[in-house]
Every structure is written in C-alpha cells, then in structure tokens.
C-alpha cells in the first residue's frame, strides 16, 4: 500500500507542478498520461508478465520499489531541470508507469495470501486498498502541496520507499502457499 501511495501522491504532485508552476498546459500534461502511458503501460503490463514468471513476484516487487525509490530520490534532487520538456515529459512518463509496475509485482504475491473458496472477496479488498491509496493520495496532495512543494514531497515519498525497501529486505514475508511449495 504504501508503493501505491507513494506513487500516486507524487504523480499527483508533480501533474499539479507542471500545471500550476511551471505552466505546463494541462491538455499536453493529459495527453501525455492519457495516450503515451496507456501504450506503454500496455507494453509493460505484456511483457512484464512474463518477467513475472521468469523471476517471481517477490523479486520483481523488491526491484519495482527500489527503481521507484531511486528514481524519486533522483528525480526529486533534478527538480530545477523538471521545465525542460525531455525531463519533465519524462518523468511524467515513468512515474505515471510505477502504478501498473508496483500491481503487476503485487497482485500474485497478494493472489498467494488468498485462501480459497474466498480468494475473490480477498482479492476485491486488495483491488478496494489501492483504489483508496489514489483517493487518499489526492486528499494528502491538497494538504501537502499548501504546506510544500512537489520535489519536497517526490523527496519524501523516496524515503519512504526506502524504508519499505529495508523492511522488505529484513523481514522477507513469504506467502503460506508459497513457503509450503
């Protein structure tokens, strides 16, 4: 959950920055998450299923949370660079791809706690929580971007990550299902 609200506060953040800061007009800012993401969200989601398979969910979440943790920690400290269309497109880009990134290592590792003949209520509660971390992204977003701004809050959301990532790293939680096989 917290992969997801890290995601999408920022991406939040960062849509609200290059409108309203940078001037950034909001139908190029909708084009771009709209048509290009969706294409490469598509790509992603195809081939990432099969990285699915080749290294398991485990692995391929704790590389999505790192790499999304990097990239906040980096993108964040490259904020003066953010009105150069190549980097600000960019990261528009790749932070609009961490959500599809973050389901396709989550979602068979949260299939694995699913106990059957209830697994499609479980798996409707996990779909229900990530539906709420976007809500409660932009509800945290209207507070924070009054208090702060959208690198200080990308900046944020990687130390956040990073800590997730240590705690994954040390606790190394296995499905039942999983461990028994």
Known sequence: MLGYLAASLFGNAFGFHLIHTLHWSDAFVSTLQGTWVVLLSFGVL??????????GASRLQ?????????????????????????????????ISLADPLISLAAMPLLMAYCRPKIEGSQFT???ALVNLCT????????????????????????IVLVGLVAAIYRYRPTPPLVAAA
């Open 46 to 55: 195809m081939g990432g299923g099969i990285l699915v398979d080749r290294l």
């Open 62 to 94: 704790r590389w999505v949370l790192v790499a999304l943790s990097v990239f906040l920690l980096i993108f964040s400290g490259l904020s003066v660079f953010w009105a150069t269309p190549a980097v600000g497109v960019t990261g528009l880009i790749l």
């Open 125 to 127: 509660t996990y779909m």
């Open 135 to 158: 809500v409660a992204a932009s509800y945290l977003n209207g507070w924070l971007l009054q208090l702060t701004t959208a690198p200080v809050i990308g900046f944020g959301c990687g």
